[in-house]
C-alpha cells in the first residue's frame, strides 16, 4: 500500500532521525544488568551466611537473564532477610528487565530507606526515572549523589554518561565516559559510548579511534552482560562501517537469550533503517519488532517507534503510520 502525502512526510524523516534515545535507553539496560558485576566499585555488605546459597541462586537466575526465575528467588531472600538492602536492589533490576517499573521503583526505595547510603539504589533509581519514569531531574540528582557517596563508582558516571548523551550535552557525556574508562579500562560499553558521543560531536578521528579499541575488547562471558555487550559492539561496527558484523552481532545477541525484548528490537531498527541497503529486511524487521513489543508487553513506546520503522521499510505505510502515532502517544 503506497503511503498518503500525509504518511511520507511523517515517514520521511523515521530513518534520518536523531537516534540517540534508543542508543541511549539500550546503553541504560546495559549499566543496570552490570550491577550484579560492579559490587567492588562500592561498599555493599556482606551477604549473610544464612541466606548465601539462596541470593547465590537469585543471582545466577539473573545473570542467565530469567527475571521471572531470579524474582522468585529474591522474593524469598526478602522474606528471610528483610533489612537486606542489595536484595531489593537486585530484585529491583529483575523487575525492570521485565519493564515492570513501579515494582522495580518501590524496590529501589526500599533499599533507599534501608541503607540511604548505598549508591546502587540511587544509580538504578535514577536509570527508571530517566528513561522509564519521564523524571530527568530527579534522575540526575540521584546520579550526582550515587558518585558522592562512591566516586570510585564506575557504573555511576558510566549511567550520567548516557544521561547527558541523551540531553545532547556531548561534553560533559565525553568526561563521564572518560573518567568511566579510568576507573574500568578494558570496558568496551564505554569506549563504543564515547565513540558514539564523538561522532554525534563531528569528531570522526576520536569516534573511529575509540570504535577501534571497543571492538577489541572481549564481551563477558556471562550471559545477560554479554548480550548487552554484544549489542554495543554492533553499534560500534555500525560506527566503523563494517554493517555485516554489526548484524552478526545483532543475531547472536538474540541466540543467547531469545527472552530479552532489547535484542530483536536492536535487530529489528538495523533490518529497517541500515543505511546500505542491501542489509535491509522489511518483513524481517516487522517479524523482530513484532516479537520484542511482545516481550516488552508493549510497555515501551520505542517498540512501537521501531515497529513502525519496520513497516515503512516493508512498504505497509498505513501500518508504519499507524504505530508511529501510537509510539508519540506513550512517549508524551
Not at 140 to 169: M, V
Request: hydrophobic residues 40%.
Amino acid at each position: 500500500m503506497r503511503p498518503s502525502g500525509a504518511a511520507k512526510n511523517r515517514l520521511a524523516t523515521m530513518s534520518s532521525r536523531d537516534v540517540g534515545k534508543r542508543l541511549a535507553y539500550f546503553m541504560t539496560v546495559a549499566a543496570l544488568v552490570s550491577l550484579a558485576f560492579a559490587q567492588a566499585q562500592t561498599t555493599a555488605p556482606a551477604v549473610p551466611a544464612s541466606i548465601r546459597p539462596l541470593f547465590d541462586r537469585a543471582l545466577a537466575y539473573y545473570r542467565q537473564g530469567d527475571a521471572d526465575s531470579a524474582i522468585k528467588v529474591f522474593d524469598e531472600v526478602i522474606r528471610l532477610q528483610p533489612t537486606f538492602a542489595r536484595a531489593y536492589i537486585l530484585r529491583g533490576s529483575a523487575y525492570a528487565l521485565r519493564s515492570e517499573h513501579e515494582k522495580a521503583l518501590a524496590d529501589f526505595n526500599r533499599a533507599i530507606q534501608i541503607d540511604s547510603r548505598n549508591a546502587a539504589a540511587y544509580c538504578d533509581r535514577a536509570d527508571l526515572e530517566q528513561h522509564s519514569l519521564g523524571r530527568p531531574q530527579d534522575a540526575l540528582a540521584d546520579y550526582d549523589r550515587a558518585i558522592r557517596l562512591a566516586p570510585k563508582f564506575q557504573r555511576a558516571y558510566f549511567n550520567r554518561a548516557i544521561c547527558f548523551l541523551e540531553r545532547h550535552d556531548y561534553n560533559r557525556a565525553i568526561a563521564d565516559f572518560t573518567r568511566s574508562i579510568q576507573l574500568v579500562p578494558n570496558d568496551l560499553s564505554a569506549y563504543g559510548s564515547r565513540a558514539y558521543a564523538y561522532a554525534k560531536q563531528g569528531d570522526r578521528t576520536r569516534a573511529l579511534a575509540d570504535a577501534k579499541v571497543a571492538i577489541k575488547l572481549k564481551p563477558s562471558q556471562i550471559p545477560l552482560a554479554r548480550v548487552t555487550d554484544l549489542g554495543l559492539r554492533a553499534k560500534t561496527y555500525q560506527i566503523l562501517g563494517q554493517p555485516k558484523l554489526a548484524l552478526r552481532d545483532f543475531r547472536e545477541a538474540i541466540r543467547i537469550i531469545p527472552s530479552r525484548g532489547i535484542a530483536y528490537e536492536d535487530l529489528a531498527w538495523f533490518l529497517a533503517t541500515c543505511p546500505q541497503e542491501g542489509f535491509r529486511n522489511g518483513a524481517e524487521a516487522v517479524s523482530a519488532a513484532t516479537k520484542a513489543c511482545e516481550l516488552s508487553h508493549s510497555k515501551r513506546s520505542g517498540c512501537y517507534d521501531t515497529l513502525a520503522a519496520a513497516y515503512a521499510e516493508a512498504g505497509d505505510f498505513d501500518q508504519a503510520v499507524k504505530y508511529e502515532k501510537q509510539s508519540l502517544k506513550d512517549s508524551s
